[in-house]
């Protein structure tokens, strides 16, 4: 490195700060990739999440109706959850009202396929 004199007469070493822009774009593109991961990642648990209670509301409702018209309402549920690509956990019929459980089963990939419940209850009004 050669020494230049600076504003004082002084002589001293020049840095060399070449290729410190590309470490900063680096370090930018790893924190939005990162972010952008997370996000894809919460957006999925949170269709997840939705699908399963919207499917958990159709199968109680479902399940519900089959056991006003006489029919084997956890028969009626199983078929409804299997038509939407979930899984019936649980049916329980109490009186009039019967209560499911159904999962859905998230595909992240890497981190693995975790199965989100969510709990339903349908009856006639005043039942429940």
């Not at 399940?63 to 199983?78: K, V, Y």
């Not at 009039?96 to 890497?110: D, F, I, P």
């Amino acid at each position: 490195m050669k020494a230049r004199p600076d504003a004082f007469g002084k002589r001293r070493r020049s840095r060399n700060e070449r290729g410190s822009g590309t470490i900063l774009a680096l370090g930018i593109a790893i924190v939005l990739l990162g972010a952008g991961a997370v996000g894809v990642l919460w957006a999925g648990i949170s269709v997840g999440i939705h699908r399963a209670s919207s499917a958990a509301d159709l199968v109680g409702l479902s399940a519900a109706q089959a056991l006003q018209s006489g029919n084997d309402p956890c028969e009626a549920a199983q078929r409804i959850a299997t038509n939407h690509r979930v899984e019936l956990k649980r049916c329980e019929v109490e009186g009039e009202t019967v209560s499911v459980v159904v999962g859905v089963q998230l595909r992240l990939g890497a981190l693995g396929t975790p199965i989100l419940t969510r709990p339903a209850r349908a009856g006639p009004i005043g039942t429940l």
